[in-house]
């Protein structure tokens, strides 16, 4: 960073629509930054993808970190391209680095209800549904401690463990009651399993009541993970900021998008709240390998990534802006892209919504 608002940003298109989708997010991106007075830095990597390891044998070079360097945040695409390379190489030799590498704790995903958006649940217009699912991102349910015992035989037993520390899970809860705390509702929902999982979900229940004491502004409340997602279903005006373990967290980051409508249009970040390495913004869809190369994507997933990046960069304005333009074209017809019936191709939805910026 040469002055305090000029960004380098690591651009990773990956695989399928990743490569139809980023070339959008970037004419937004540099659209914002010319009216909103900032600069971007790009620097574009054609690695943490499946072209690079049909080359090279592995998603990214062993010096990535180093090609990478010390960027402000990383714009990612999509990986994946399982007719080439099995999904789990592709995500453990790409993304998964990432996260694990650059310390990226919380998960984020905007669970919101936009215009021109056709809702899966009956009766919901856009504005009733708003909220953020937390999702733990590095520890929890999704560790590799366990093994096999007497394996083939008919005494076979398979043990995996969850592994949670107290400075993974209140770093996370953390992240929580603050972002809840800027909030109109400032309210957290914890995911929890505390009635069946008898040791490490009620310990979990503990750590949310210590962290909330420090937040009296902050009310919150804890459901069963079994009802929650049928409250995702049935109430989901009721959330303002859910919290969850990984687990958890991974499943309700992919139902409360489906909630509202298309894998399309949804964002995620992969954030380093401490800001001791760069996070990720990546839209919630994969690849799509069957509509790859047609240019008929709908670039609004990787559009709103932008405006969430630019919102954790400090550009809250030029962030705002970017969802105002998406609402502006989201609600047009004819701009809207062929999974929202429209008859817009990629590059046409995304300079619309560049031009209603
Ligand atoms: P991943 O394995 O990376 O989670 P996936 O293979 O489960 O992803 P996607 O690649 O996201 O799923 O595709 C799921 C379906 O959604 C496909 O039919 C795809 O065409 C559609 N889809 C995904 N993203 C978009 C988009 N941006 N625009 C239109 N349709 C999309
Ligand atoms: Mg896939």
Same mark, same amino acid.
Request: hydrophobic share 40%; aromatic share 8%.
């Given at each position: 960073?040469?002055?305090?608002?000029?960004?380098?940003?690591?651009?990773?298109?990956?695989?399928?629509?990743?490569?139809?989708?980023?070339?959008?997010?970037?004419?937004?991106?540099?659209?914002?930054?010319?009216?909103?007075?900032?600069?971007?830095?790009?620097?574009?990597?054609?690695?943490?993808?499946?072209?690079?390891?049909?080359?090279?044998?592995?998603?990214?070079?062993?010096?990535?970190?180093?090609?990478?360097?010390?960027?402000?945040?990383?714009?990612?695409?999509?990986?994946?391209?399982?007719?080439?390379? !099995?999904?789990?190489?592709?995500?453990?030799?790409?993304?998964?680095?990432?996260?694990?590498?650059?310390?990226?704790?919380?998960?984020?995903?905007?669970?919101?209800?936009?215009?021109?958006?056709?809702? !899966?649940?009956?009766?919901?217009?856009?504005?009733?549904?708003?909220?953020?699912?937390?999702?733990?991102?590095?520890?929890? $349910?999704? +560790? +590799?401690?366990?093994?096999?015992?007497?394996?083939?035989?008919?005494?076979?037993?398979?043990?995996? $463990?969850?592994?949670?520390?107290?400075?993974?899970?209140?770093?996370?809860?953390?992240?929580?009651?603050?972002?809840?705390?800027?909030?109109?509702?400032?309210?957290?929902?914890?995911?929890?399993?505390? &009635?069946?999982?008898?040791?490490?979900?009620?310990?979990?229940?503990?750590?949310?009541?210590?962290?909330?004491?420090?937040?009296?502004?902050?009310?919150?409340?804890?459901?069963?993970?079994?009802?929650?997602?049928?409250?995702?279903?049935? &109430?989901?005006?009721?959330?303002?900021?859910?919290?969850?373990?990984?687990?958890?967290?991974?499943?309700?980051?992919?139902?409360?998008?489906?909630?509202?409508?298309?894998?399309?249009?949804?964002?995620?970040?992969?954030?380093?709240?401490?800001?001791?390495?760069? +996070?990720?913004?990546? !839209?919630?869809?994969?690849?799509? !390998?069957?509509?790859?190369?047609?240019?008929?994507?709908?670039?609004?997933?990787?559009?709103?990534?932008?405006?969430?990046?630019?919102?954790?960069?400090?550009?809250?304005?030029?962030?705002?802006?970017?969802?105002?333009?998406?609402?502006?074209?989201?609600?047009?017809?004819?701009?809207?892209?062929?999974?929202?019936?429209?008859?817009?191709?990629?590059?046409?939805?995304?300079?619309?919504?560049?031009?209603?910026?």
């Amino acid at each position: 960073m040469t002055n305090s608002r000029n960004y380098a940003i690591s651009v990773i298109p990956g695989d399928g629509i990743g490569k139809e989708v980023m070339p959008e997010g970037i004419r937004v991106l540099e659209r914002a930054a010319s009216l909103y007075g900032f600069s971007i830095d790009q620097k574009w990597q054609d690695f943490a993808c499946c072209d690079y390891y049909a080359k090279h044998g592995q998603m990214m070079p062993d010096d990535w970190k180093a090609q990478i360097g010390k960027p402000d945040a990383i714009f990612f695409g999509a990986v994946g391209w399982p007719d080439t390379v !099995p999904d789990h190489i592709s995500l453990w030799g790409s993304l998964l680095q990432f996260r694990r590498e650059y310390d990226q704790y919380v998960n984020l995903r905007p669970v919101r209800l936009m215009p021109g958006v056709p809702c !899966p649940l009956v009766g919901r217009e856009p504005g009733d549904i708003d909220f953020w699912v937390v999702r733990e991102n590095t520890e929890g $349910e999704y +560790s +590799s401690v366990g093994g096999k015992m007497f394996p083939g035989t008919d005494r076979e037993i398979v043990i995996q $463990e969850t592994v949670m520390t107290r400075h993974g899970t209140d770093r996370v809860l953390r992240y929580a009651f603050e972002l809840a705390a800027t909030r109109d509702r400032k309210h957290v929902t914890s995911a929890t399993k505390s &009635n069946g999982i008898a040791i490490t979900m009620p310990w979990w229940d503990e750590r949310v009541e210590e962290m909330a004491k420090h937040y009296p502004s902050v009310t919150h409340d804890k459901y069963h993970i079994d009802i929650l997602t049928a409250q995702f279903v049935l &109430n989901p005006d009721r959330f303002d900021v859910v919290v969850a373990s990984n687990l958890f967290g991974d499943i309700l980051s992919d139902l409360g998008p489906a909630c509202t409508g298309t894998i399309g249009v949804a964002p995620s970040g992969n954030i380093n709240p401490d800001r001791t390495a760069p +996070s990720l913004f990546e !839209p919630v869809h994969g690849s799509a !390998p069957d509509i790859a190369g047609k240019g008929v994507a709908n670039p609004v997933g990787q559009i709103w990534s932008a405006a969430m990046m630019l919102e954790h960069l400090g550009e809250a304005d030029a962030a705002a802006a970017i969802m105002r333009a998406v609402e502006t074209v989201l609600a047009e017809p004819g701009l809207r892209t062929g999974d929202l019936k429209g008859k817009a191709n990629t590059e046409q939805c995304g300079r619309a919504i560049a031009d209603a910026l």
